[in-house]
């Protein structure tokens, strides 16, 4: 079936009692057995299962095409329990840019654990290479990555990461399954946060991994899920399937204006580099035309003026709201160094924008009247 199909019925059927069409919401975290102490459905505990996620979590391995999906509390957890499924002493491969809350993850709480971990330039599939060590057992993509929207080949990295033994999981956060499915580019996990473009309306916080096989280290990442707990709630996981059902309207109409804002952004002269890989001069452009179905709807900017022009252009915009994260289906703006905090290696000239479904010429007449606000003295 196809994605728009799938995202309205996966996991969903009419209850069977009351024939409600829409999904209700199971509080209960006990499930009742019989007389003879056996359990009468097929719930026992809700850290354990429950149906809402139960629901979610077989949408989300239907759109990914991958053999289970298991959900978190957050997309940073869902990352954890990748990581922690690995073992003191084993060898992670990830990207110089890689969204902050993974690398806050990967060096203040993995490496302390035991892992150990090397940061390499995921464009270049020789430097991924000559970085493998006999004890790799994971090479963590991201792409397109945060904030540059760099682009990496998913098929040549699965073929790396298995030619040394490894897995290869991709955070396909920014893509979704419907523009992008490293499953079947090879990868072994795809990686969401779901407080993104599953939510959609910028008002959950959760993640999701998915996996191709149900192999010992799947299994693990699911034991993880139940014995570490965390776990979404009903409600959350409520919530995202029913956000779930307009991913792919959401997503076409999001990809379709970021396409727009990219290409007029190109042509302000206060705005130089435009990070989006939608654009024929982005370095990864070819590249994303193969591996992707879309580009995607968060991209950057480079303003000429540096740190105080971005500062301007952010302070002078009406409809954007100044927020980080992204995905939701209103227009986000921010700088995105002030966002990451000390330590940050983003450019202090650099501005993220997450577009969302509003008509293509407010959003475009809102940026205009910005960068003429900014070229007032
Ligand atoms: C936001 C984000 C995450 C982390 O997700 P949370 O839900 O905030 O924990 C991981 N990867 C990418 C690419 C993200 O943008």
Redesign the pocket.
């Given at each position: 079936m196809h994605f728009e199909t799938l995202a309205v019925h996966a996991g969903r059927k009419p209850d069977p009692v009351s024939g409600a069409v829409a999904p209700g919401i199971t509080l209960s975290t006990v499930f009742a057995r019989d007389v003879d102490s056996q359990a009468m459905g097929d719930y026992n505990y809700a850290r354990v299962d429950n149906p809402n996620r139960h629901a979610l979590e077989s949408c989300l391995a239907q759109l990914e095409g991958g053999v289970t999906a298991v959900a978190f509390s957050?997309?940073?957890?869902?990352?954890a329990a990748v990581l922690f499924a690995l073992r003191p002493g084993d060898h992670v491969l990830a990207p110089l840019e890689l969204?902050v809350?993974?690398r806050l993850l990967l060096n203040n709480e993995l490496t302390p654990w035991g892992l150990q971990i090397s940061f390499v330039d995921f464009t270049d599939l020789d430097a991924v290479r000559a970085a493998v060590t006999p004890a790799t057992r994971l090479l963590w993509a991201?792409t397109p990555?945060?904030p540059l929207l760099e682009v990496s080949d998913i098929a040549g990295l699965a073929d790396i990461a298995h030619t040394a033994g490894a897995v290869l999981a991709a955070?396909n956060?920014?893509a979704t399954p419907i523009l992008q499915s490293p499953l079947a580019l090879g990868a072994d996990y795809a990686?969401?946060?779901?407080?993104?473009y599953f939510g959609g309306h910028s008002d959950v916080?959760?993640?999701a991994v998915i996996a191709r096989e149900d192999a010992p280290l799947t299994q693990r990442i699911r034991s993880h899920q139940i014995t570490a707990g965390g776990i979404p709630a009903p409600f959350d996981c409520w919530l995202l399937l029913r956000s779930l059902a307009t991913l792919p309207l959401r997503i076409r109409t999001q990809t379709a204006n970021a396409q727009r804002l990219a290409e007029f952004l190109t042509t302000q002269p206060a705005v130089g580099r435009v990070h989006y890989p939608g654009l024929p001069d982005h370095p990864g452009h070819t590249l994303a035309s193969q591996q992707m179905r879309g580009y995607g709807a968060v991209l950057s900017l480079r303003m000429r003026g540096g740190k105080p022009a971005a500062l301007q252009l952010v302070s002078k915009v009406r409809l954007f709201a100044r927020a980080t994260?992204?995905?939701g289906v209103e227009s986000l703006i921010e700088h995105r160094a002030s966002s990451e905090g000390p330590g940050s290696t983003t450019p202090e000239n650099l501005i993220r924008i997450s577009v969302g479904i509003e008509h293509i010429d407010d959003l475009i007449e809102d940026l205009r009247q910005a960068l003429v606000a900014c070229m007032e003295p």
């Open positions: 957050s997309g940073v957890a869902a990352s969204y809350g993974n991201e990555s945060n955070d956060t920014f990686v969401h946060s779901s407080s993104k916080i959760g993640g994260s992204l995905g």
